[in-house]
Protein backbone atom coordinates (compact mmCIF):
# COMPACT_ATOMS: atom_id res chain seq x y z
CA UNK A 1 0.00 0.00 0.00
CA UNK A 2 1.32 3.30 -1.23
CA UNK A 3 1.92 5.86 1.95
CA UNK A 4 -1.37 8.67 1.93
CA UNK A 5 -0.15 12.35 2.16
CA UNK A 6 1.25 13.75 5.00
CA UNK A 7 -0.37 16.60 6.75
CA UNK A 8 1.07 18.46 10.23
CA UNK A 9 -0.79 20.39 12.69
CA UNK A 10 0.85 22.53 14.84
CA UNK A 11 -1.79 23.10 18.04
CA UNK A 12 -2.44 22.54 21.41
CA UNK A 13 -4.31 19.82 23.13
CA UNK A 14 -8.38 20.01 24.23
CA UNK A 15 -8.32 17.56 26.90
CA UNK A 16 -11.74 16.79 25.63
CA UNK A 17 -10.83 15.92 22.33
CA UNK A 18 -13.23 18.01 20.75
CA UNK A 19 -10.94 20.86 19.32
CA UNK A 20 -7.18 21.72 18.95
CA UNK A 21 -4.93 18.76 18.29
CA UNK A 22 -7.48 15.81 18.86
CA UNK A 23 -9.76 17.45 15.96
CA UNK A 24 -6.93 17.87 13.51
CA UNK A 25 -6.08 14.36 14.07
CA UNK A 26 -9.68 13.07 13.86
CA UNK A 27 -10.25 15.41 10.49
CA UNK A 28 -7.37 14.10 8.94
CA UNK A 29 -8.01 10.32 9.87
CA UNK A 30 -11.74 10.91 8.45
CA UNK A 31 -10.56 12.44 5.33
CA UNK A 32 -7.65 9.57 4.43
CA UNK A 33 -4.55 11.44 5.12
CA UNK A 34 -2.08 10.52 7.86
CA UNK A 35 -2.11 13.16 10.37
CA UNK A 36 0.92 14.35 12.64
CA UNK A 37 1.46 16.64 15.11
CA UNK A 38 3.31 19.00 17.03
CA UNK A 39 2.25 20.36 20.04
CA UNK A 40 2.30 23.87 21.36
CA UNK A 41 0.32 23.82 24.84
CA UNK A 42 -1.84 21.67 27.05
CA UNK A 43 -5.17 22.73 28.15
CA UNK A 44 -7.36 21.26 30.80
CA UNK A 45 -10.47 22.13 28.90
CA UNK A 46 -13.98 20.13 28.65
CA UNK A 47 -17.25 20.85 27.33
CA UNK A 48 -17.76 24.23 29.79
CA UNK A 49 -14.54 25.59 28.46
CA UNK A 50 -10.94 26.08 29.67
CA UNK A 51 -9.63 25.66 33.14
CA UNK A 52 -6.29 25.95 32.79
CA UNK A 53 -3.70 26.07 30.08
CA UNK A 54 0.43 25.36 30.05
CA UNK A 55 2.91 26.47 27.01
CA UNK A 56 5.62 23.86 25.87
CA UNK A 57 8.89 25.62 25.88
CA UNK A 58 9.98 26.60 22.33
CA UNK A 59 12.67 23.68 22.05
CA UNK A 60 10.34 21.06 22.70
CA UNK A 61 8.61 22.97 19.72
CA UNK A 62 11.36 22.96 17.34
CA UNK A 63 12.43 19.44 18.12
CA UNK A 64 9.33 18.55 17.51
CA UNK A 65 8.57 19.78 14.10
CA UNK A 66 12.17 19.17 12.75
CA UNK A 67 11.94 15.15 14.00
CA UNK A 68 8.98 15.12 11.48
CA UNK A 69 9.42 17.10 8.75
CA UNK A 70 12.72 16.46 8.56
CA UNK A 71 12.36 12.72 8.63
CA UNK A 72 8.84 11.87 7.26
CA UNK A 73 8.05 15.32 5.45
CA UNK A 74 4.62 16.84 5.07
CA UNK A 75 2.19 17.88 2.10
CA UNK A 76 0.41 20.72 4.22
CA UNK A 77 1.08 22.06 7.74
CA UNK A 78 -2.18 23.62 9.69
CA UNK A 79 -1.46 25.79 12.74
CA UNK A 80 -3.57 26.74 16.08
CA UNK A 81 -3.24 27.44 19.27
CA UNK A 82 0.28 29.18 19.75
CA UNK A 83 0.06 30.57 22.99
CA UNK A 84 2.91 33.54 23.01
CA UNK A 85 4.78 35.31 20.81
CA UNK A 86 7.43 33.52 21.05
CA UNK A 87 5.84 30.31 19.95
CA UNK A 88 4.45 32.27 16.82
CA UNK A 89 7.65 33.53 16.01
CA UNK A 90 8.88 30.40 16.43
CA UNK A 91 6.72 28.51 14.35
CA UNK A 92 6.48 31.44 11.75
CA UNK A 93 10.15 30.48 10.75
CA UNK A 94 9.51 27.21 10.91
CA UNK A 95 7.08 27.16 8.41
CA UNK A 96 9.28 29.83 6.09
CA UNK A 97 11.83 27.16 5.80
CA UNK A 98 9.20 24.41 5.06
CA UNK A 99 8.59 23.93 1.34
CA UNK A 100 4.44 22.93 1.88
CA UNK A 101 1.58 24.49 1.58
CA UNK A 102 0.12 26.40 5.49
CA UNK A 103 -3.20 26.94 6.34
CA UNK A 104 -2.96 29.34 9.19
CA UNK A 105 -6.13 29.65 11.84
CA UNK A 106 -4.73 32.32 14.36
CA UNK A 107 -6.78 30.57 17.13
CA UNK A 108 -7.24 33.56 19.68
CA UNK A 109 -10.02 32.38 22.18
CA UNK A 110 -12.14 29.63 22.57
CA UNK A 111 -16.16 29.15 22.04
CA UNK A 112 -16.66 30.29 25.60
CA UNK A 113 -14.47 33.19 26.01
CA UNK A 114 -11.25 31.43 27.12
CA UNK A 115 -7.61 32.87 26.38
CA UNK A 116 -5.46 30.48 23.81
CA UNK A 117 -3.36 33.30 22.87
CA UNK A 118 -1.76 36.27 25.01
CA UNK A 119 -2.37 39.39 23.61
CA UNK A 120 1.13 40.54 22.98
CA UNK A 121 1.48 37.53 20.54
CA UNK A 122 -1.13 39.51 17.81
CA UNK A 123 1.50 41.64 16.45
CA UNK A 124 3.64 38.66 15.87
CA UNK A 125 0.67 37.20 14.27
CA UNK A 126 -0.06 40.00 11.96
CA UNK A 127 4.03 40.53 11.18
CA UNK A 128 5.67 37.02 11.39
CA UNK A 129 2.45 33.96 11.11
CA UNK A 130 0.08 35.51 8.34
CA UNK A 131 2.71 36.52 5.60
CA UNK A 132 3.95 32.82 5.59
CA UNK A 133 0.41 31.47 5.19
CA UNK A 134 -1.16 30.08 2.20
CA UNK A 135 -4.39 30.41 3.44
CA UNK A 136 -5.66 32.09 6.76
CA UNK A 137 -8.79 30.71 8.25
CA UNK A 138 -9.83 33.94 11.30
CA UNK A 139 -13.31 33.81 12.64
CA UNK A 140 -15.34 37.20 13.33
CA UNK A 141 -13.92 37.51 16.89
CA UNK A 142 -10.04 36.93 15.61
CA UNK A 143 -10.62 39.40 12.57
CA UNK A 144 -12.06 42.14 14.80
CA UNK A 145 -8.70 41.55 17.03
CA UNK A 146 -6.10 41.94 14.05
CA UNK A 147 -7.39 44.46 12.03
CA UNK A 148 -10.10 46.74 12.41
CA UNK A 149 -12.84 45.75 10.77
CA UNK A 150 -15.77 44.66 12.84
CA UNK A 151 -18.13 42.16 10.73
CA UNK A 152 -21.95 42.74 11.30
CA UNK A 153 -23.14 41.48 8.21
CA UNK A 154 -21.99 39.50 5.05
CA UNK A 155 -20.67 43.22 2.96
CA UNK A 156 -18.47 43.59 5.80
CA UNK A 157 -16.44 40.46 4.87
CA UNK A 158 -15.07 41.65 1.78
CA UNK A 159 -13.57 44.46 3.80
CA UNK A 160 -12.30 41.52 6.38
CA UNK A 161 -10.87 39.79 3.54
CA UNK A 162 -8.89 42.65 2.26
CA UNK A 163 -7.74 44.07 5.83
CA UNK A 164 -6.48 40.43 6.54
CA UNK A 165 -4.68 39.98 3.10
CA UNK A 166 -3.01 43.27 3.42
CA UNK A 167 -0.84 41.21 6.53
CA UNK A 168 0.66 38.43 3.61
CA UNK A 169 -1.17 35.32 3.34
CA UNK A 170 -2.00 34.46 0.11
CA UNK A 171 -5.43 33.43 0.33
CA UNK A 172 -8.21 34.27 3.73
CA UNK A 173 -11.16 32.61 4.46
CA UNK A 174 -13.34 35.24 6.73
CA UNK A 175 -15.29 32.99 8.59
CA UNK A 176 -18.86 33.90 8.98
CA UNK A 177 -20.19 31.18 11.60
CA UNK A 178 -20.88 33.60 14.15
CA UNK A 179 -23.70 35.61 11.66
CA UNK A 180 -26.96 34.89 12.24
CA UNK A 181 -28.78 33.30 8.93
CA UNK A 182 -26.63 30.97 6.63
CA UNK A 183 -23.03 29.95 7.40
CA UNK A 184 -21.44 31.89 5.09
CA UNK A 185 -18.00 32.50 4.29
CA UNK A 186 -15.81 33.93 1.86
CA UNK A 187 -12.79 32.95 0.62
CA UNK A 188 -10.25 35.71 -1.60
CA UNK A 189 -6.79 36.12 -2.68
CA UNK A 190 -8.10 39.62 -3.77
CA UNK A 191 -8.73 38.76 -7.26
CA UNK A 192 -10.73 35.45 -6.94
CA UNK A 193 -14.07 35.38 -4.75
CA UNK A 194 -15.73 32.30 -3.46
CA UNK A 195 -18.85 33.08 -1.24
CA UNK A 196 -19.29 29.57 0.32
CA UNK A 197 -23.10 29.20 1.62
CA UNK A 198 -23.88 26.52 3.84
CA UNK A 199 -27.71 25.91 5.79
CA UNK A 200 -27.29 26.87 9.54
CA UNK A 201 -27.82 23.86 11.89
CA UNK A 202 -29.38 24.75 14.83
CA UNK A 203 -26.95 23.10 16.82
CA UNK A 204 -25.52 23.98 20.08
CA UNK A 205 -22.93 21.46 20.03
CA UNK A 206 -20.30 22.85 17.27
CA UNK A 207 -17.01 22.88 19.75
CA UNK A 208 -14.31 22.63 17.13
CA UNK A 209 -15.48 24.50 14.03
CA UNK A 210 -12.63 26.15 13.21
CA UNK A 211 -9.80 23.56 13.94
CA UNK A 212 -11.98 21.09 12.13
CA UNK A 213 -12.29 23.61 9.14
CA UNK A 214 -8.73 24.48 8.82
CA UNK A 215 -7.38 20.89 9.12
CA UNK A 216 -10.11 19.54 6.15
CA UNK A 217 -8.51 22.36 4.16
CA UNK A 218 -5.17 21.36 4.98
CA UNK A 219 -5.53 18.01 4.18
CA UNK A 220 -7.14 18.79 0.98
CA UNK A 221 -4.39 20.53 -0.04
CA UNK A 222 -1.89 17.87 0.87
CA UNK A 223 -3.88 15.53 -2.04
CA UNK A 224 -3.29 18.01 -4.57
CA UNK A 225 -6.26 20.27 -4.59
CA UNK A 226 -6.31 23.69 -5.47
CA UNK A 227 -7.07 26.01 -2.65
CA UNK A 228 -11.06 26.78 -4.24
CA UNK A 229 -11.63 23.32 -4.35
CA UNK A 230 -9.94 22.48 -0.85
CA UNK A 231 -11.77 24.58 0.56
CA UNK A 232 -14.82 23.94 -0.95
CA UNK A 233 -14.71 20.33 -0.04
CA UNK A 234 -13.64 21.09 3.89
CA UNK A 235 -16.64 23.51 4.04
CA UNK A 236 -18.22 20.26 3.05
CA UNK A 237 -17.04 18.29 5.41
CA UNK A 238 -17.30 20.95 8.17
CA UNK A 239 -21.22 21.07 7.34
CA UNK A 240 -21.62 17.82 7.87
CA UNK A 241 -20.12 17.11 10.88
CA UNK A 242 -21.78 20.25 12.87
CA UNK A 243 -25.28 19.06 11.37
CA UNK A 244 -24.01 15.83 13.53
CA UNK A 245 -22.42 17.03 16.37
CA UNK A 246 -23.40 15.44 19.99
CA UNK A 247 -24.21 16.03 24.10
CA UNK A 248 -20.92 15.68 25.76
CA UNK A 249 -20.89 16.71 29.55
CA UNK A 250 -22.68 19.57 30.60
CA UNK A 251 -22.09 22.72 28.15
CA UNK A 252 -21.06 22.31 24.55
CA UNK A 253 -20.18 18.89 22.60
CA UNK A 254 -18.23 18.39 19.82
CA UNK A 255 -18.36 17.97 16.30
CA UNK A 256 -19.00 14.88 14.93
CA UNK A 257 -15.57 13.82 12.76
CA UNK A 258 -16.51 10.60 11.71
CA UNK A 259 -20.15 11.45 10.10
CA UNK A 260 -18.35 10.75 6.48
CA UNK A 261 -16.84 7.38 7.33
CA UNK A 262 -20.31 5.22 7.50
N1 LIG B 1 -24.38 26.41 13.21
C1 LIG B 1 -23.65 26.24 12.10
N2 LIG B 1 -24.15 25.60 11.03
C2 LIG B 1 -23.43 25.41 9.90
N3 LIG B 1 -22.16 25.85 9.77
C3 LIG B 1 -21.58 26.52 10.79
C4 LIG B 1 -22.28 26.75 12.02
N4 LIG B 1 -21.45 27.41 12.87
C5 LIG B 1 -20.28 27.57 12.20
N5 LIG B 1 -20.35 27.06 10.95
C6 LIG B 1 -19.27 26.99 9.95
O1 LIG B 1 -18.17 26.33 10.61
C7 LIG B 1 -16.92 26.83 10.12
C8 LIG B 1 -16.11 27.37 11.29
O2 LIG B 1 -16.59 28.68 11.59
P1 LIG B 1 -16.64 29.34 13.02
O3 LIG B 1 -17.52 28.52 13.92
O4 LIG B 1 -17.02 30.75 12.79
O5 LIG B 1 -15.13 29.19 13.48
P2 LIG B 1 -14.47 29.27 14.93
O6 LIG B 1 -14.63 27.90 15.56
O7 LIG B 1 -13.05 29.60 14.63
O8 LIG B 1 -15.20 30.33 15.70
C9 LIG B 1 -17.29 27.87 9.07
O9 LIG B 1 -17.33 27.24 7.80
C10 LIG B 1 -18.69 28.33 9.50
O10 LIG B 1 -19.43 28.90 8.45
C1 LIG C 1 -6.40 23.63 22.34
C2 LIG C 1 -7.45 24.40 21.60
N1 LIG C 1 -7.15 24.91 20.40
C3 LIG C 1 -8.09 25.63 19.71
C4 LIG C 1 -9.33 25.84 20.26
C5 LIG C 1 -10.37 26.64 19.52
O1 LIG C 1 -10.99 25.78 18.67
P1 LIG C 1 -12.24 26.08 17.74
O2 LIG C 1 -12.24 25.08 16.65
O3 LIG C 1 -12.22 27.52 17.36
O4 LIG C 1 -13.40 25.68 18.68
P2 LIG C 1 -14.14 26.44 19.83
O5 LIG C 1 -13.28 26.59 21.01
O6 LIG C 1 -14.51 27.76 19.23
O7 LIG C 1 -15.30 25.54 20.07
C6 LIG C 1 -9.62 25.27 21.51
N2 LIG C 1 -10.83 25.44 22.08
N3 LIG C 1 -8.65 24.57 22.17
Known amino acids: MSAPPRVLTVAGSDSGGGAGIQADLKTMLALGVHGMSVLTAVTAQNSLGVQGAWELPVDAVRAQYRSVVDDIGVQAVKTGMLSSAELVETVADLIAGTDAPA ?6 VSKHGDPLLAASALDSVRTRLLPVATVATPNLDEVARLTDVRVASEPDMRRAAEAVLAFGPRWVVIKGGHLPGDAVDLLTDGSEEHWLRAPRHDNRHTHGTGCT ?50
Not at 103 to 108: A, I, K, Q, T
Not at 246 to 251: I, S, V, Y
Open 103 to 108: VVDPVG
Open 213 to 262: LASAIASELAKGRSVPDAVKAAKAYVTGAIAEGFALGAGIGPVNHAWNLD
